[in-house]
């Protein structure tokens, strides 16, 4: 799990000022930014061409290039990355010019503060970034080139294949909230794309994250729509995002960001539309905001327009742990279909969020060994045995795990590769690629997380034979009970948490021998055999609907 920081190169010839950047930046305390310097052009644009620059500042009075000439130099090297000029007073006027010639902004270098620097080179980012295509991302790459080989293998009508490729709805938004510093408002990008209409209301949660953007947030939404179709749940597939880095915010900053956000989404959402629920940096004090918000807007209670909320609020018991507790249902079924005994197997799990820690949980509870979890911050490894108990104290009492007693630290990119019978990603995108995917060694590896792992690594695993427990299928847990929890706000009436659990078997259960059988007749991997068992439902219901007008 990369942290991400941003690279900034520095092209300034004065001491003084390059000096005075490099402090304030340090001053900030904030590690998101790494800074590279140049004192001449010449050496800028070597930097350019060797090292991955996120954000260029620009002195224009360099030692070997003068004014405008500067920064058309610079723009022509790095076409797609922010500039930011570093002007003095009196050239402000050449300053202003940069930027009408495509420079994102200037600083006047006497007057910088570090949080006026640091904002400046955030929104410089952000700038770019929204006007550089947002659909084109990997991850939506990945949904889509996914989506297309099940379509081939399956020999989809190309009228529907077409049609399923990009989502029915998106909504882009920017929206406004104050920090607490009362003086200081932040602009941050929003987003809810509704990828399927056809079966009912829209399904799927909301992400919090800084690299969340459109291209991201459509190929969640696209899963969604195959995950809720595969458990037959009554859904097309949606996901919403603002891209922002929750962890730095206050309670009160996360409530005010929360409100703002659902009120700028409350006409496409509401029980008979687009359901919400948590994801990655959202909770269940998130659900209730929205929840507020939107009953608020409305003049009466609406418990069914968000689930994954507080139980006191309508929310389902067993919600918060469904999809750990999912997860290793599946787990226990693949088990068997290779006839390996769970007592004594052993396992990692990389996450150690919501899903990451009841996996490890509910795999403890089955008798599993749990050989190393990892959070943000580091991996631990005890190939003798990590004890649940402990590790959920320390993170309470520490927030992280990083300096867990109990185990050696391991990176999150080691950990993928330790010897394991099942291996659990459960946090982050991208993590098994082409690159690590010969060293992972696992038996069996359960998809907690969405979009772990991408296609080229998919062929490597599966010519290992290690079994494949897909994110659509091995997650699916969490919007299974999402939609006990709407059925039961809807009708007013509240299950068991036994009742909730064999449920969630049962349909956990027929969904994974639908995917076993069709992988076997279809001689196809379990994921694309996942995704065909989705897709074939949305067709019928496509066709039987037919086209209006
Ligand atoms: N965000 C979860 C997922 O990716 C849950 C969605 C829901 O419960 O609607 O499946």
Redesign the pocket.
């Known amino acids: 799990m990369p942290e991400h920081r941003n690279t900034v190169l520095m092209i300034e010839d004065n001491p003084i000022h390059a000096r005075l950047i490099h402090n304030l930046l340090k001053e900030t305390g904030d590690d998101v930014y790494e800074l590279i310097t140049a004192v001449t052009l010449a050496e800028g644009l070597r930097r350019i061409e060797q090292d991955r620059i996120d954000i260029i500042l620009l002195d224009l009075v360099l030692p070997d290039s003068q004014e405008l000439d500067t920064f058309i130099r610079v723009r022509t090297a790095a076409t797609q990355l922010p500039i930011i000029i570093l002007t003095g007073l009196d050239d402000v006027s050449i300053a202003a010019k940069a930027v009408e010639a495509g420079a994102q902004d200037y600083l006047i270098k006497n007057e910088i503060k570090g949080p006026h620097l640091t904002r400046a080179m955030h929104y410089a980012i952000e700038r770019v970034r929204a006007t550089r295509g947002e659909w084109d991302s990997p991850m939506f790459r990945l949904a889509q080139q996914q989506f297309l080989k099940a379509a081939q293998i399956m020999d989809l009508d190309e009228n529907i294949r077409e049609r399923l490729l990009f989502p029915q709805r998106t909504h882009v938004i920017t929206l406004p909230f104050r920090r607490d510093e009362y003086n200081v408002v932040e602009t941050v990008f929003g987003y809810r794309v509704q990828h399927l209409l056809t079966m009912g209301p829209t399904?799927?949660?909301i992400r919090y994250h800084e690299d969340v953007n459109l291209g991201e947030v459509s190929a969640?939404a696209m899963w969604?729509t195959w995950?809720c179709s595969l458990m037959n749940l009554p859904f097309g597939g949606a996901k919403g995002g603002v891209r922002i880095d929750p962890t730095g915010l206050s309670r009160s900053e996360l409530q005010r960001l929360t409100r703002r956000y659902t009120s700028e989404i409350i006409d496409v959402i509401g029980p008979d539309k687009d359901?919400p629920?948590?994801?990655m940096g959202t909770d269940e004090q998130v659900m209730a905001w929205i929840m507020d918000t939107y009953s608020q807007q409305i003049g009466h209670t609406v418990p069914g327009v968000v689930?994954?909320k507080p139980v006191v609020l309508g929310g389902s018991l067993g919600r918060k742990e469904a999809t750990g507790r999912g997860l290793v249902y599946l787990i226990s079924a693949a088990a068997r279909h290779i006839g390996m005994p769970l007592q004594g197997a052993t396992a990692v799990v990389q996450g150690f969020g919501n899903v990451g820690s009841n996996t490890a949980r509910f795999l403890e509870e089955e008798g599993v060994r749990l050989v190393a979890v990892s959070d943000v911050t580091t991996g631990i490894y005890n190939p003798n045995g990590l004890s649940y108990a402990e590790l959920v104290d320390y993170a309470q009492k520490n927030r992280f795990l990083k300096g867990f007693p109990g185990g050696e630290a391991v990176t999150n990119k080691e950990l993928l590769e330790l010897p394991c019978d099942i291996l659990a990603p459960a946090a982050l995108q991208n993590q098994i690629t082409a690159e690590n995917a010969d060293r992972i060694k696992c038996r069996i590896l359960a998809e907690g997380a969405?979009g772990p792992t991408n296609l080229e690594a998919d062929e490597i695993l599966n010519r290992k034979n290690i079994f494949i427990l897909p994110d659509i299928l091995g997650?699916?847990g969490?919007?299974t009970v999402?939609y006990f929890e709407w059925v039961q706000d809807i009708q007013n009436f509240m299950w068991t948490l036994k009742e909730i659990n064999e449920r969630l078997h049962g349909i956990l259960l027929d969904a994974f021998q639908r995917t076993v059988a069709r992988a076997e007749t279809m001689h196809t991997d379990m994921r694309t055999a996942a995704l065909i068992e989705g897709i074939n439902r949305v067709t019928e219901a496509k066709l039987l609907r037919g086209i209006f007008p």
């Open positions: 399904k799927g949660g969640l969604m995950k359901i629920a948590p994801d689930t994954g969405n997650n699916a969490g919007v999402s």
